[in-house]
């Protein structure tokens, strides 16, 4: 079994960025998200936590990317795309956004991974 102190230090450690989003009625909360994405954005997490998490993506024009996203995220399924994030000042970047899916319990809040 991975100790708590392991995973930690993964998340921490990765480049990839990492959000974790609870998932209340039709609105995705960001609670966590690791050094590289607070990085690649631009933000503290501070300024991100308790955000809509689709508030940093933007689709591009000629796609519907992002609704696609937001709807298989609805409907509690794995999905993913390629969508820009806004960072904070304002740069537009391309990335591999994928949502993975977990809930504790079924009396739990369900969460997202991205």
């Not at 039709?26 to 991100?48: D, V």
């Not at 796609?63 to 820009?84: G, K, P, V």
């Not at 537009?92 to 994928?98: A, E, G, L, P, T």
């Amino acid at each position: 079994m991975l100790s708590a102190e392991l995973l930690n230090a993964v998340v921490q450690a990765t480049n990839d960025g990492l959000v974790v989003a609870e998932i209340k009625e039709k609105n995705t909360s960001i609670i966590f998200a690791n050094p590289a994405f607070l990085q690649m954005s631009a933000n503290s997490l501070e300024e991100i936590q308790g955000r809509e998490s689709l508030s940093l993506l933007q689709s591009s024009p000629d796609t519907e990317s992002l609704q696609q996203f937001s709807d298989a995220l609805q409907h509690n399924c794995n999905c993913e795309a390629r969508l820009r994030l806004q960072t904070k000042n304002g740069k537009r970047i391309w990335v591999v956004v994928r949502a993975t899916f977990s809930a504790l319990t079924a009396n739990q809040p369900r969460y997202f991974f991205l």
